[in-house]
């Protein structure tokens, strides 16, 4: 009798379940926006100062001069984006405005319908928000804002250089060499790197392709989702020479990046390590791995040596951001919120308490150290921003080139491999 | 089965010349009826709704390339099932949950039962030996993964330990050599596990009579004829118990491996579950990874159907097959 009883249930579970997907899939119709009182429900990652402490009085700070608007804001941990964000781009009640990284990612959630366009809304203004910002747009559209821009170069250790006999930072890969083989002598770790995550290996893949081929040729090639280009074959070539030279702390590939004192980051920290290639997050998660107070002072800033014989511009270089996509909604009162948070108070905010890169040049003055400043210079003046690979093709397939690079780091596959492993992933190959 | 039925025999039975006894069956069983659903309705409500449903929607899933986002439009068959079984790091993840299942066999199984039978001794400080060898279960893995990943660093406590006591030699990169990863997880599995499995068994070891030693004993039997051919066979059930358990954890192997290795290097300790959360979700490809999960699900669950019809039948006899009837 219960499972007579039951089997209605089970089938209205059955017929409810299309009905919720079909629910799920629709609804990409701008609907009209919100007039009068609007509250914003916003994602972000800050969970922890200083970002945290900054969003907190970024929210006060808005509904004061904007009583119309109340934002809710919700911090999520980094890793739960990934996961949540299909789910809620999938339901009828996502967040107003979440943190997005730009690039093919985004270009993925864009394609659920619910992610507004918010071209004509940020026209004004975003050409405040940098050359960056042209990364959080697909097809000519614009569907989100950077606030914080990120460079990536080598963070190296003034005194551990010196006690190698090191005298200027590397600006060429024979002279980076030099250094390395100079550091190996005096005992030294030359090069930490968090193999364990992939993605750190992945830069160096990343800046050999950037200096190898031509800024037109790294457009056209991430437009069309396919290596053609020999270069980035030769990329694969340098990054394996360079590895042959054994640049790298032992262990390298079960190192994290970030975490703990025996991280490739608390290596440098604590002086194990010489150098690292890294963004310019990295004094930030130094600081938190050490109880070194002078660490700033120590620690300095060159960026990715010369390639002789690449077709790339010396001083183009790898870069990324964060920021933040607006859904249908709200979109309106979304984009000025974006606006707000690209605003030199804002901006300042950031830079002061060294949680980024801001993207608005009149805060730059505001950055902790002048090795920051450096970094930030470094990036106004760069011809062309390439922003890391794996944020900028669709993630399939920048999790497929970073798999690729990890598997080289590892002492497996070839530079040819690289080039097959993303040009498979992007043909829908697993 | 006589004493499923002997109830209602018994109601029937006193009084069988009274008309009322079909109502009062009829009630009876209503009430049973009643008494079934409301017991059995909720758990079967939420098991439906939290079990059968997702996974038939994963099935519904896996039949299409879809990246998470939009409509469900580009329906490709079982063509994700195949890129799965063709993919060489899929089928290297199959083969790490083999190996962990079986090493888990050869390995942490006579370890188990050694230690087992050692701390049913009457010995001095077994509370505390006991309560030590159990210790390591009771932290999540998690917390396992990262005590763990902290100690086997490169100049860590495990390298300073073995230099300390002159075995240098044997300092090995643990987690960054693709050909010793899965064994230096392996060998983290075994020392968080093994106290369950000593537990399990020194209950089972308790309902070995003591009778049948003291016979065993009196009829000549040594020390070892005992062990091997009277308590052995009378653990029979727990092990077999244990190994169930001790193989659907390995296939399910995830949190451990994803925090001390994510998988790697070089794919050399991805499991099906490493496998499945890298590229279902970090790679937004839900199809596939839809695909992955169920093909994890059908391989467990076809385990566990052909264990419990093989080895588990005759310890479940009586208690599963016959009340039914």
């Not at chain 2, 073995?162 to 044997?170: E, T």
């Amino acid at each position: 009798m219960f499972v007579k009883r039951r089997i209605p249930v089970l089938a209205a579970l059955a017929a409810v379940v299309p009905l919720a997907l079909a629910a799920c899939s629709g609804g990409s119709d701008t609907a009209a926006q919100p007039s009068g009182p609007v509250t914003l429900t916003w994602w972000h990652n800050g969970t922890t100062d200083p970002l945290k402490g900054i969003w907190e009085q970024v929210v006060a700070d808005y509904h004061q001069a904007h009583p119309d608007v109340t934002i809710k804001a919700q911090p999520l941990q980094n890793e739960e984006f990934p996961t949540k964000i299909p789910l809620a781009l999938q339901s009828n009640d996502p967040p107003d405005v979440y943190q997005a990284w730009g690039g093919g990612e985004m270009a993925s959630q864009v394609t659920s319908g619910k992610v507004a366009d918010i071209s004509d809304a940020t026209k004004p203004w975003i050409s405040g928000a940098g050359k960056l910002a042209a990364d959080w747009q697909a097809d000519g559209k614009q569907y989100g804002v950077p606030f914080e821009q990120h460079i990536v170069g080598f963070w190296y250790r003034k005194d551990l250089f010196t006690q190698a006999g090191v005298t200027t930072p590397p600006s060429t890969m024979d002279e980076l060499n030099t250094a390395v083989a100079k550091l190996k002598t005096a005992g030294l770790a030359p090069i930490a790197v968090g193999g364990k995550d992939r993605w750190p290996d992945a830069f160096y893949y990343n800046y050999f392709a950037v200096r190898e081929c031509s800024s037109d040729v790294l457009k056209q090639s991430v437009k069309a989702v396919k290596l053609e280009d020999p270069c980035w074959t030769k990329a694969g070539q340098d990054l394996k020479s360079f590895l042959a030279t054994q640049p790298f702390q032992t262990g390298f590939a079960g190192t994290a990046a970030q975490q703990g004192a025996g991280s490739s980051a608390g290596l440098v920290a604590n002086g194990k390590a010489a150098m690292e290639l890294q963004g310019d997050w990295e004094p930030g998660t130094m600081s938190s791995l050490t109880d070194d107070e002078q660490l700033d002072s120590k620690i300095g800033w060159f960026p990715f040596p010369a390639v002789p014989g690449g077709a790339g511009d010396p001083a183009a270089a790898l870069a990324g951001g964060d920021g933040f996509s607006c859904t249908t909604r709200a979109s309106k009162a979304c984009a000025d919120f974006l606006q707000y948070l690209g605003s030199e108070p804002v901006q300042t905010k950031i830079a002061a308490a060294g949680a980024g890169l801001p993207v608005n040049t009149a805060a730059a003055k505001s950055l902790k150290t002048d090795t920051l400043k450096t970094v930030f210079d470094y990036g106004q003046k760069a011809p062309y921003l390439q922003m890391y690979f794996d944020k900028a093709f669709p993630t399939a397939v920048g999790a497929a080139l970073n798999d690729a690079v990890a598997n080289l780091f590892a002492g497996q596959g070839t530079p040819e491999g690289i080039v097959t492993a993303v040009n498979q992933a992007a043909a829908g190959n697993k | 089965m006589t004493t499923v039925t002997s109830p209602v025999r018994a109601a029937r039975g006193p009084r069988p010349s009274v008309p009322a006894v079909p109502a009062r069956v009829r009630r009876s069983s209503l009430r049973k009826r009643l008494e079934l659903t409301l017991l059995l309705g909720p758990a079967l409500l939420l098991f439906a709704g939290f079990v059968l449903v997702p996974i038939g929607i994963a099935a519904f899933y896996s039949l299409f390339n879809w990246n998470g986002f939009g409509a469900l439009d580009d329906f490709v068959g079982f063509d994700n099932y195949a890129d799965a079984f063709t993919g060489s790091v899929f089928q290297g993840a199959i083969g790490h949950n083999l190996i962990i299942a079986g090493l888990s066999i050869v390995v942490q199984l006579p370890l188990s039962i050694g230690l087992a039978l050692l701390l049913n001794r009457k010995l001095r400080g077994r509370a505390v030996l006991r309560a030590l060898v159990f210790a390591p279960y009771v932290l999540s893995e998690a917390i396992t993964a990262v005590i763990w990943l902290l100690m086997l660093q490169p100049g860590g406590f495990m390298d300073q330990l073995l230099k300390g006591v002159g075995l240098g030699g044997l300092i090995h990169q643990w987690v960054a050599d693709p050909g010793l990863v899965l064994y230096t997880l392996f060998a983290v599995i075994t020392w968080k596990y093994i106290g369950f499995g000593i537990i399990l068994l020194l209950a089972g070891l308790q309902g070995v009579p003591a009778e049948l030693r003291e016979a065993a004993a009196l009829d000549g039997a040594s020390a070892w004829q005992t062990t091997r051919h009277v308590v052995l066979p009378l653990l029979g059930p727990t092990i077999r118990i244990w190994v169930f358990l001790s193989v659907i954890g390995s296939l399910q192997l995830f949190d451990l491996v994803w925090i001390m290795t994510l998988g790697g290097p070089a794919n050399a300790s991805t499991t099906m579950a490493t496998y499945l959360i890298d590229h279902g979700f970090k790679r937004y490809e839900f199809g596939f990874g839809s695909a992955v999960a169920v093909i994890l699900f059908v391989i467990c669950f076809v385990f566990a159907l052909l264990y419990q019809r093989f080895a588990l039948r005759r310890d479940t006899e009586g208690a599963l097959t016959r009340m039914v009837g």
